[in-house]
């Protein structure tokens, strides 16, 4: 009798954590939009209904508004497909036998790029592309992407390499070639690493984007620099809070990304 009571104990206390756990999942999976929107909301209320001066009315209304958030949307977009175009090739590639002897220097540069300013770094590549007369979408646009490339980089390295090497001699084993083995075991089982180093990527794009406004790349960086310049407080934290929620939502998605995405065994 004393034997089942011990036994039933440890599987409620289990089941009770497990139902904790799965409070505490939902109540961060749905926080950060929330706040998010409530956000949105509290701005977008402010720009209808606020006591604006003329100045403030011309800067911080719904047209620009909406033009602004696209333009940043466009330049975190972009940043994304180009770490993610460049990072997870390289990175498979420095997980290559032939690869790993100059892994290290890939590294470091890609942390180089990361340990600089990131304002440093868009300033420097508009100063050696100036007389290209390169857009300012994409003198804003490269150099945030490499801003933003080691948490890709590197996790995609820690993730093939973190895969258990039994696994890919067993797939070599019933007959698979080494690029069989890399797509249908080692990138599916290395995919947790890679959206999770995305999904900082992601973050810093975000919030690197609002420095884009200095180079002529527009986005939410726009309203913040010209509530700055013009002394004008509303159109400041309007652009400020605008792009911190803009922050959130894509650190939401990529949280999403992270729970839904890759084998199923490992969710």
Do not use: C
Request: aromatic share 8%.
């Amino acid at each position: 009798m004393s034997t089942a009571t011990e036994t039933a104990a440890p599987a409620t206390g289990a089941a009770r954590a497990d139902s904790a756990a799965r409070r505490a999942e939902a109540i961060r999976l749905w926080f950060q939009p929330v706040v998010a929107a409530l956000l949105v909301a509290a701005m977008l209320t402010w720009v209808a209904v606020g006591n604006f001066d003329e100045i403030e009315v011309q800067t911080a209304n719904f047209p620009a508004i909406g033009r602004l958030t696209l333009e940043h949307i466009e330049l975190s977009l972009m940043i994304t497909v180009i770490v993610l175009l460049v990072a997870v090739p390289l990175g498979t590639a420095l997980t290559r036998r032939w690869g790993k002897p100059v892994a290290p220097l890939f590294l470091a540069i890609a942390n180089i790029g990361q340990a600089a300013p990131s304002i440093g770094v868009l300033v420097l590549f508009y100063l050696a592309v100036y007389e290209a007369g390169w857009s300012g979408f994409w003198i804003s646009v490269l150099p945030i992407a490499f801003y933003a490339l080691l948490p890709v980089l590197r996790n995609t390295i820690l993730g093939i390499e973190s895969v258990e090497p039994a696994l890919i001699e067993a797939g070599r084993g019933i007959g698979m070639s080494r690029p069989v083995v890399l797509a249908r075991l080692e990138l599916p089982l290395a995919m947790p690493f890679i959206l999770a180093g995305l999904r900082t990527a992601l973050v810093l794009a975000v919030g690197s984007a609002t420095l884009a406004t200095f180079v002529g790349g527009g986005g939410l960086g726009e309203m913040i620099d010209t509530g700055y310049k013009l002394s004008r407080t509303p159109v400041l934290v309007i652009g400020a809070v605008l792009a911190m929620a803009l922050a959130l939502l894509i650190d939401w998605l990529g949280g999403l990304a992270e729970r839904w995405i890759g084998p199923k065994g490992l969710r």
